[in-house]
């Protein structure tokens, strides 16, 4: 196998960029609507009652999604996650799994299973985490940003109590998923003084805590630097209550800076995209609902997909665009960020293409 410059491995067939970037995760977004109105992704005042998602027919069909995912594969992809939106709101779900966890069987992978992973705010998990592990999900990141009912809700922006998450959680740990990870953006002045109580719950568990960095995504949260807490901050907050060492990259391309608890109770990962960007080791294309590649997640437009799905699917061609979409990628925005930029472009948003 052939490694890049970073030691980023490198699949026979597989896709490379302009930055000497292979093409290795997926983000598959399988709607763009959710039941939360997190202030930082989806504020309520703009995404109201009228606001206009995606017509059901524009929404890729889980074949369509299952053709694309397949296809991305056969170009280097180990790990498909599916996201949103709010995923579980998509009926059937489960059914898409089965349809990716077939995929097992591509050439490609050499009979290395895929990674099959979901993110989710976790509030309708409580009945669906068991269909979803039995149908071949292997992996499940749950958002939760506060364990306080008050700034969860005000996260949140959901009717939908705190306690929903939570048996989400409890749901997914019964149906046998482990190493949950536990997905919380800080925000100055928020929930920043939330973390240790995040970070104890997560040791009780047995699940992994990752703060991640407020992301001036999208151009409709209102971004500001000041509210944005370094990860080295964070970092120093937990240090002094739990003392932790760093370790090293659990896999080529991961995001997170990971540490152990020297008291071997766990984990954390500091997801600093903003303070220090990551771009370098990018691997990551996002498919949004509607069939459009997205290779940053700050990009403003995508390539659409759907010529080459409807009206009948041409699986080569969809091959050929997508390797050379890829192959011409050389985004970095996190690196050349300034505050004036931050706000000043039109961006996709993060509901969209799924975080
Ligand atoms: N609805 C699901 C959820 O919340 O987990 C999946 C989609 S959500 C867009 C994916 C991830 O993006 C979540 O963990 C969320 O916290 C994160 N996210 C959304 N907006 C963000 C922002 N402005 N900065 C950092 N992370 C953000
Ligand atoms: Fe919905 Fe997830 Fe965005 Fe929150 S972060 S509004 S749960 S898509
Ligand atoms: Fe990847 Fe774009 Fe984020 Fe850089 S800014 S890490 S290229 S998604």
């Known amino acids: 196998m052939l490694r890049t410059a970073r030691s980023l491995p490198i699949y026979s067939g597989a896709s490379v960029d302009t930055l000497q970037r292979p093409l290795r995760d997926v983000r598959l977004s399988v709607t763009d609507r959710c039941n939360f109105r997190c202030s930082y992704c989806m504020p309520a005042e703009i995404f109201g009652p009228d ?3 995606l017509p059901r027919d524009e929404l890729l069909t889980f074949e369509e999604l299952a053709l694309v995912a397949r296809e991305l594969v056969a170009l280097g992809a180990r790990t498909l996650r599916i996201t ?8 059937d ?43 071949g999900l292997n992996r499940i990141t749950v958002s939760l940003d506060s ?16 306690e929903s998450v939570l048996g989400g959680i409890a749901a997914a740990t019964a149906a046998g998923f482990t190493n949950i990870k ?14 240790p109580a995040l970070a104890a719950f997560a040791r009780e568990g047995g699940h992994t805590l990752r703060l991640i960095e407020y992301m001036d995504v999208g151009s409709s949260n209102g971004w500001r630097l000041d509210e944005v807490v370094p990860a080295s901050e964070i970092l120093a907050q937990l240090h002094a209550l739990y003392p932790l060492e760093p370790l090293a990259p659990s896999r080529p391309g991961e ?23 990551f771009c370098g080791d990018c691997t990551r294309a996002r498919v949004s609902a509607d069939g459009h590649l ?5 990009a403003s437009e995508g390539s659409d997909l759907k010529r080459y799905l409807r009206p009948a699917p041409d699986a080569a061609a969809l091959r050929d665009a997508l390797h050379t979409r890829w192959s011409a990628r050389d985004d970095r925005y996190s690196e050349i960020r300034d505050s004036e930029t931050a706000n000043r472009l039109p961006k996709v948003e993060m509901f969209r293409v799924g975080g």
């Open 182 to 195: 536990l997905n919380a953006v800080i925000r100055r002045g928020v929930n920043d003084a939330d973390v």
């Open 147 to 162: 364990l306080n009912p008050e700034t969860f809700t005000r996260m949140s922006g959901s009717a939908l109590p705190l």
């Open 84 to 91: 949103g939106g709010e995923p579980l709101v998509r009926r």
């Open 51 to 53: 606001f206009a998602f």
């Open 255 to 277: 995001v997170a800076n990971r540490y152990r608890y020297l008291d071997r109770r766990g984990e954390i990962g500091l997801i600093a995209s903003v303070s220090a960007p």
């Open 294 to 298: 997205y290779t940053c997640l700050f």
């Open 93 to 135: 779900l489960e059914r898409l799994v089965v349809m990716l966890r077939a995929l097992d069987s591509s050439e490609a992978l050499n009979g290395e299973p895929l990674d099959l992973a979901l993110t989710t705010n976790g509030s309708l998990l409580a009945k669906l985490a068991a269909p979803l592990r039995i149908a």
